[in-house]
């Protein structure tokens, strides 16, 4: 008996060295790709880290690839006269969005925020929220990010105390883009060189297919704080629907984003039929302007801010300009 409790206490003491073994390599490994994934020059982490990390410009740009890809950062600056950042990211929604705004505040008040969003930003989609893992990285930052997390499974916060489980499938990626400068983003504008092809795309008369409707009350709730925050920080916010080739389908969710906009006094603007921008020479594919078309687009809405401008922020940039203007 005394030597079954004997092996029994080895048992357990091995046991207990090799969790806590586990734990230090990886709490170590953790720290070690951390300051990694925090050091990356390129990539949408590293744009996604400026925003977190080293925010500090006048207007702030957040959305889908449709952000990214429509709001020349450049233009923005040079026509509003105020720094600018473009933090929109390939593939993400609301949520997304509404993460990366959280922890941007931690660090820097901007004094515009741009909302790029699709028509169905409020519709439920079911990989939506399994896209929230890219927030695993700055879980610690934000209460907000593991509300967010949480919203993929009930156990992701349990994972996510794993340090490497953070970094799970980025580790290639995390050092590509620390060692190896790639992309030609401008600001965090990433322009899309390409033309679509007109007699290859789908036709005006093509409709779009089909999807459900239903609406998403997280991503209700993640508007309505992203809307909140801006009004607490006294932040100008703009909410656009940027141009497409096609006609876009409007049903719930636009009749809710409209409506949550309009009720809280936002400005909104919806571009998607613009005649203007029914111009197939302007689009990389049917969802997506090319370079040229963001040029232009960028300058209409250029034009269409400094109309909307609050006194606060219009009269005190106007005052900083004069004054730098009378020093040369």
Do not use: W
Not at 69 to 84: A, M, P, T
Not at 97 to 125: W, Y
């Amino acid at each position: 008996m005394q030597f079954v409790r004997k092996i029994n206490t080895q048992f357990f003491i091995r046991l207990l060295l090799m969790i806590l073994a586990f734990i230090a390599v990886d709490q170590a490994a953790g720290a070690f790709i951390y300051y990694f994934f925090t050091r990356q020059v390129s990539g949408e982490f590293a744009v996604a880290n400026h925003v977190v990390y080293n925010l500090n410009e006048d207007v702030l740009i957040l959305g889908s690839s449709r952000a990214s890809h429509h709001y020349n950062s450049s233009h923005i600056k040079d026509g509003l006269k105020l720094s600018c950042f473009n933090g929109g990211r390939d593939g993400e929604g609301i949520l997304y969005s509404t993460g990366i705004f959280e922890l941007a505040l931690q660090r820097h008040i901007p004094k515009v925020v741009i909302l790029d969003v699709n028509s169905d930003v409020l519709t439920e989609k079911e990989d939506e929220k399994n896209k929230l893992s890219i927030l695993l990285p700055y879980l610690k930052q934000s209460d907000v990010v593991a509300n967010m997390i949480v919203k993929k499974g009930k156990l992701e916060l349990l994972k996510s105390n794993l340090q490497t489980y953070r970094y799970n499938g980025q580790l290639f990626s995390i050092f590509q883009h620390h060692f190896l400068s790639s992309g030609n983003t401008v600001m965090g504008f990433n322009p899309l060189d390409n033309k679509m092809d007109a007699g290859r795309s789908f036709s005006r008369s093509s409709s779009l297919k089909p999807y459900a409707d239903n609406i998403s009350a997280d991503n209700v709730d993640a508007l309505n704080l992203f809307i909140t925050e801006c009004k607490r920080q006294k932040i100008q916010l703009f909410v656009f629907v940027s141009p497409r080739y096609n006609d876009d389908t409007k049903l719930n969710s636009y009749l809710k984003l409209k409506s949550i906009c309009n009720s809280n006094e936002v400005v909104f603007h919806d571009f998607t039929n613009d005649v203007f921008f029914k111009n197939a020479a302007y689009y990389s594919d049917r969802a997506h302007l090319n370079s040229r078309g963001a040029d232009l687009y960028t300058d209409t809405i250029v034009a269409f801010m400094k109309k909307r401008l609050t006194p606060a922020v219009n009269g005190q940039y106007l005052s900083e300009n004069e004054t730098q203007a009378d020093e040369n």
